[in-house]
């Protein structure tokens, strides 16, 4: 994974924008994701630690130990659980595809937003897998970008989030991989594999939701590809232009705005 | 609505399909529609029945009104009812835009799968406020099928569902109509607008849903328009073929299958 280029990007834009996400949608991600008093609980690719406050909150009797292989954003995720008064994290420099552990050694298994931007998410969740104990469960969350959409629908729009996909395609990442978890898990040899969909549907009614995911969220992550989008040559500037406009239609009122995760559960056989 | 055209024919095929997309969904589009004791409820262009059983069994003490402007379709809807066994449903033959009833009389609003088929779903909102009574709640359940994907990802089968989509609109109807149902709502004067995605998610541990959604309701609904798609030079027939077979091969192991239904529910000021 070290050579691995990565789409969002490591701008204080993009810290901000994970920050957002993380706030407006860690109840629908986490809601049933706790670790009971004891459980020794791996969570593979940390990055800035968005997700770490929310699993180190949710299971604050659960030892977790989360490791991600830039040393910069470890150290982000150091101090936001830190700064959040969490003493339950253990981080740890370490390359998924080369766990510095024991087999077996872990109770549970936490993957978010991370097979995403692998070319090989199912010998990721291979490596990954061989420090699992048999009967220990893994949870793997994702988005999947070919479910958005919105209202008023927008051909330009559409196409903006293509052009995501395809820039992600180009760093060897899928983003439709949500959609995937299940195929995935099951090929890895987990059994059990449970997949249920978490959709995000945001409208007039749910304003914390247009702030959090539809503009802050979603949209900032589209606009984060205009360059390389451009540069490819896959839009023009003032096509690109027009279907931000779009999509920030659909996020005034009287628009709506749907995108899906997916979360995979399974155990280890 | 007497002079619209209607995208899924009036075959056996699709009396059939029509009969297994009712039995698959019931639990997920009707889950939370039930009606108490003496409420008076108009169930607005019911077709064959399909949802009608459902509303009958679930409101066992509901006065259920159930009209359709095609006398051939209330007649199957009738019949179903009785064999059923549910006595608490009455038809009528009606035109939703010219419905034979006072205004105010109803205390409830049922709109299943009829919105779609409009080319002015606005309008029809409006025609049926008119017999609802000041407080009383209205319902309305659309797909849509901008909403649908699947892996393995095939840009055929999206070509093929597109067919539908521009053969709908073709008709004057809107098959991207879910995503509009809270600002449809909204517009036609109803407070307290909710609406909710109830997302059908497939793979191969949910078989009952691989042939009563996958292959049964929407891969047969996409076909039922293979003709006027190849009609209307949307695509070649071999292109339709390839999308059909892509299609099916996400309805076989391994494959998931993803779409969305959304409810609404209001009420009169």
Redesign the interface.
């Known amino acids: 994974m070290s050579d691995t280029r990565y789409v969002h990007g490591y701008s204080a834009r993009e810290a901000e924008r994970l920050r957002a996400q993380a706030n407006s949608l860690s109840a629908l991600l986490h809601d049933e994701v706790r670790y009971a008093r004891g459980r020794r609980v791996l969570e593979v690719a940390c990055g800035t630690g968005a997700q770490t406050v929310f699993l180190a909150a949710n299971s604050p009797q659960a030892e977790i130990v989360s490791v991600d292989v830039s040393p910069a954003s470890l150290e982000q995720a150091r101090k936001k659980v830190a700064a959040a008064g969490y003493r339950n994290v253990e981080f740890r420099i370490a390359d998924l595809f080369d766990l510095p552990f024991d087999d077996a050694g872990f109770d549970d298994l936490f993957v978010c937003f991370v097979l995403e931007h692998l070319a090989e998410p199912e010998r990721a969740l291979a490596a990954v897998r061989r420090v699992l104990r048999p009967g220990g469960s893994v949870t793997v969350i994702e988005g999947?970008h070919?479910?958005w959409?919105?209202?008023p629908?927008s051909e330009a729009a559409t196409r903006t989030v293509q052009c995501l996909i395809e820039v992600q395609a180009r760093l060897g990442g899928d983003s439709?991989i949500g959609?995937?978890i299940?195929?995935l898990l099951?090929a890895a040899g987990f059994a059990d594999?449970?997949?249920?969909?978490r959709?995000v549907?945001v409208?007039?009614?749910r304003p914390d939701l247009v702030e959090g995911f539809s503009k802050n969220t979603f949209i900032a992550m589209v606009e984060g590809v205009r360059e390389p989008a451009i540069a490819l040559g896959l839009m023009t500037a003032s096509d690109w232009d027009k279907g931000i406009a779009e999509m920030h239609r659909a996020a005034e009122p009287?628009?709506?705005f749907?995108y899906?995760f997916?979360r995979g559960t399974a155990t280890k056989p």
Chains 1, 2 share one sequence.
């Open positions: 999947d070919g479910s959409y919105c209202h629908q439709l959609r995937r299940y195929p099951a594999v449970n997949v249920i969909p959709m549907y409208d007039d009614s009287g628009g709506t749907c899906t997916f």
